[in-house]
């Protein structure tokens, strides 16, 4: 009988009532990647210890928090309703994520850690929703905790392999979200304009973010079923040297070649724009890309009124 995969998650810092620094993390986590068959280890905020933990894990959960990451590190200012969250879990956090990334460390980022986990390799975060996308559907509501909202998935992506052919629904506890995503990756679930899930394009690492919380109390078990699938991901990863293929065979959705072809565009303008901001663009088989040609129709339709 195979070792259980060993999962390393971050956790919060906060003061206790004494005023100490101390680590917490939700046990939601703990359970959820449990009961998906892990054992997970709770990783303390020292990052001079980051790389002889790394060694010994087979992935990383970038956990949520209820605080934000200084927008100021990536370039941006201080927005009036961010949290700044506590220095030490937020220099961590960074170190970690850049380890996980230069390593190619399976990683599930969840809330917060997929829109770091996005930063870290060079994309870009929205400060606050109601300010980019006003007329966006609410993702955040203080007196809700089980605010659900539902999301459309990019055909063979990990989080429409989890739904199948369900109309998924998720949690929602969010200001921020993911605004541009770095190139290689891929936006695979969305809610109108607002991103939702993303996968990096790498046939050798196992890299996703998704801005809903499996772990809640509140999820659905499809929901929670994200951490099986992730773990699955990892193991066939294991054993073969290379991510799992997927395929498609949905006659609306179009490659790169086809789909610049039907827009009458070069390659390079298509993926630039397209794939790193509200395109398009699914990650389907290996490193390929494909799209959806009423999205195409679309993005066709805003070029000629621009």
Known sequence: MDEPLVIGVNAEVCRDKDGRLVSALDCGYCRAIAAAGASPI????????????????NGIVLTGSHYD??????????????????????????????????AKLPVLGIGGGMQLLNCTCGG???????????????????LEPNLRHGIEMAPGSLV???WGQESPSVTSHHHQAVDIIPVGWIKTAWC???????????????????????????ASPREAGLFAAWL????????????????????????????AHYLGVARNTLNDWASRRFGPCYHLIGNKVYYRKTDLDAWNRGRGQS
Request: overall charge negative; aromatic content about 6%.
């Open 42 to 57: 709770m990783l303390p905020p020292v990052a001079d210890t980051i790389q002889h933990m790394l060694s010994r894990l």
């Open 69 to 102: 990451y200084d927008p100021r590190i990536d370039g941006f200012e201080l927005h009036v309703t961010t949290r700044p969250m506590a220095e030490e879990r937020e220099k961590f956090d960074r170190a970690l994520a850049i380890a996980v990334r230069q």
């Open 124 to 142: 870009k975060t929205s400060l606050h929703i109601p300010d980019d996308w006003p007329k966006s559907l609410p993702h955040m509501d203080p």
């Open 160 to 162: 429409s392999q989890v």
């Open 192 to 218: 109108q304009r607002i991103i939702e899930a993303i996968e990096c394009l790498d046939s050798d690492w196992i890299a996703v973010g998704v801005q809903w919380h499996p772990e809640s109390r509140y």
């Open 232 to 259: 699955d991901e990892i193991g066939h990863l294991r054993r073969t040297g290379r991510r799992p293929k997927r395929t498609i065979t949905d006659a609306n959705y179009m490659s790169r070649t086809d789909a």
